[in-house]
T-cell receptor, first 115, second 115 residues
């Protein structure tokens, strides 16, 4: 398996534009996590899904952020409208099962810059 | 609420020297503990995890960590580091009772191995 695949790897956009980040989890994994990494706040869990259903979205910073998982092999994280403070590296991770026995595998991340 | 504190933001060390990266956690319930490594421009990779049983856990690349419940610590050690160990290391905690797989990360420690 190619691992967790995220696209794009880098995204530069202007303030106010819509940004969509994409994630393809490892085949067979049924849990998917979106994290955001910044220098100031470190790694923060934004939202996670189990069997395509959002379980906890309490980490989503505000209504400008939304995430979907239409099927087991694809998830998106959308920011609309984007703001400079959204600049960060966004990671997607997947695991088999929700418990910690299932190791979370991380993608290489999307580096988002909002100017 | 759970939290993780990594006491050192940067740890410089010479090649072949031993190293310890410190991690303390706070939780009112039982926890699972993890160490992840992040190489430049890469996602996170699991080094080791403590779920139960022996408090000394061995991981990949010669790393090990010891769970100390009384001191609420999970320090990472390696007896002899290599240049290739230069990376950022994250300690993380997951609540044992919830079985959600949700990870709370520390701020990270940058290990700088010098020749």
């Amino acid at each position: 398996d190619a691992g967790v695949i995220q696209s794009p790897r880098h995204e530069v956009t202007e303030m106010g534009q819509e940004v969509t980040l994409r994630c393809k989890p490892i085949s067979g994994h049924n849990s998917l996590f979106w994290y955001r990494q910044t220098m100031m706040r470190g790694l923060e869990l934004l939202i996670y899904f189990n069997n395509n259903v959002p379980i906890d979205d309490s980490g989503m910073p505000e209504d400008r952020f939304s995430a979907k998982m239409p099927n087991a092999s694809f998830s998106t994280l959308k920011i609309q409208p984007s703001e400079p403070r959204d600049s960060a590296v966004y990671f997607c991770a997947s695991s088999l099962g929700m418990g910690p026995q299932g190791e979370a595998f991380f993608g290489q991340g999307t580096r988002l810059t909002v100017v | 609420a759970q939290s993780v504190t990594q006491l050192d933001s940067q740890v410089p060390v010479f090649e072949e020297a031993p190293v310890e990266l410190r991690c303390n956690y706070s939780s009112s319930v039982s926890v699972y503990l993890f160490w992840y490594v992040q190489y430049p421009n890469q996602g996170l990779q699991l080094l080791l995890k403590y779920l139960s049983g022996s408090t000394l856990v061995k991981g990949i690349n010669g790393f090990e960590a010891e769970f100390n419940k009384s001191q609420t610590s999970f320090h990472l050690r390696k007896p002899s580091v290599h240049i290739s160990d230069t990376a950022e290391y994250f300690c993380a905690v997951s609540e044992g009772s919830s079985n959600t797989g949700k990870l709370i990360f520390g701020q990270g420690t940058t290990l700088q191995v010098k020749p």
